[in-house]
């Protein structure tokens, strides 16, 4: 467990996020305009973010034998029909555990800035990234205000994340378990959070954090079953917006190859993401991918070499970056990812006069999104990242 008693600069730094909000700032995004309050001094409480699964309730158990006073949060951010059972495991949880456990009802902010951001940028054509957005700007920023507000000084949750001071700027970094890590979603947290961040997980594996539980005397917890996907739509998404959008929003259209021939007919444009392969409908003896979509004239372009999709620049905006000296310019050792897991290229950064990143990529990448997470790092550092707005000038 990782646990600093040094100290940076605080600051506080809004940076505005694609959120297609039309009621006004939530509570949460507020949080980033207003100074830091850096009077809370350092005590032994925390506040557990808790959603009922294993790696939640098991950094309970670390916490509070490693000597903190812990009090445990479940935000309600979205429930399918009436299951509320997750509440009551984490509520049970913090009984045996003697800690105290609240819930706090973030259904409404959810629906605004993360659901809503979801639906608008798939039916805008792009690929959108809730959980990274949600982490960085919904998720810790909460968690950080609840904590303020309750004097508690360290927050915590049970991701699978570490973190490290380099040359006076806190760093997340890899978790212990690559199948696990979540680095990947956290590039956009500021020096304010991550110093008073927990992290008792990141130097564990999954199956560690089992067998933790299962010594513990806690079975339920030890054998739940690991959450998949998006936690509002963990199946197909298309189902989802068919349930949330305006009915006839989303219609047939057309398939064309790169010469503009027709080549059939496709569902709608916004069941289809770049590069994609299956599921397309359209049977010919060789590979298809998804080259380009145009919404307003709902066509998809199709191609059949996997090349056509390669890219050698992208451009970010809503970006965050720890250290620029560090990550401006020629570094031979920085890449980007713009995947979870099994990609990694080697690029340069630099920041335009418009106000975004401009990554030159020094090997050529495939399938780049338009609303994609890109996240830098430095061996397991993660350095910075942001959203992709296009892939070429």
Request: glycine share 8%.
């Amino acid at each position: 467990m990782q646990v600093s008693q040094k100290s940076v600069p605080l600051h506080c730094v809004f940076h505005s996020i694609r959120f297609k909000v039309n009621k006004g700032w939530s509570t949460a995004v507020l949080l980033f305009l207003c100074p830091y309050v850096n009077n809370m001094k350092q005590n032994n409480k925390v506040l557990l973010g808790m959603s009922g699964g294993t790696d939640s309730s098991v950094a309970a158990i670390l916490l509070q034998e490693a000597g903190y006073e812990v009090t445990g949060v479940t935000f309600r951010f979205y429930e399918k029909g009436d299951n509320t059972e997750y509440l009551d495991d984490a509520r049970q949880l913090c009984d045996s555990l003697h800690i105290p456990h609240i819930t706090y009802d973030a259904r409404q902010i959810f629906k605004e800035q993360i659901i809503s951001y979801f639906i608008d940028e798939y039916m805008a054509g792009h690929t959108p990234v809730p959980c990274a957005l949600c982490n960085n700007y919904l998720k810790w920023p909460l968690l950080q205000q609840l904590a303020d507000e309750k004097g508690i000084y360290w927050f915590a949750t049970g991701h699978y994340v570490q973190k490290r001071m380099i040359n006076g700027l806190w760093h997340i970094t890899c978790g212990a378990d690559p199948d696990k890590d979540q680095s990947f979603f956290l590039w956009g947290l500021k020096q304010p959070t991550i110093e008073r961040m927990l992290l008792p997980l990141g130097t564990m594996t999954k199956s560690e954090i089992r067998n933790i539980a299962a010594q513990r005397g806690f079975q339920k917890v030890a054998t739940k079953r690991d959450s998949l996907g998006v936690c509002f739509c963990p199946m197909d998404y298309r189902n989802f917006l068919k349930e949330h959008i305006t009915p006839g929003s989303i219609v047939p259209g057309d398939f064309y190859d790169e010469a503009g021939q027709l080549i059939g007919r496709h569902e709608g444009y916004p069941f289809y993401t770049i590069g994609q392969r299956r599921g397309l409908g359209i049977y010919q003896n060789k590979a298809l991918f998804v080259k380009q979509i145009i919404p307003e004239e709902n066509k998809v372009v199709i191609c059949d070499n996997i090349k056509s999709l390669e890219q050698n620049e992208m451009f970010l905006s809503d970006w965050n970056i720890v250290c620029p000296e560090e990550a401006y310019g020629q570094h031979d050792d920085l890449i980007v990812k713009i995947r979870y897991r099994k990609q990694a290229n080697r690029c340069e950064v630099t920041p335009t006069a418009d106000g975004r990143l401009h990554i030159r990529l020094l090997e050529p990448l495939a399938s780049i999104a338009i609303g994609q997470a890109a996240a830098l790092y430095r061996g397991d550092t993660v350095m910075g990242g942001g959203i992709i707005t296009a892939s070429s000038i």
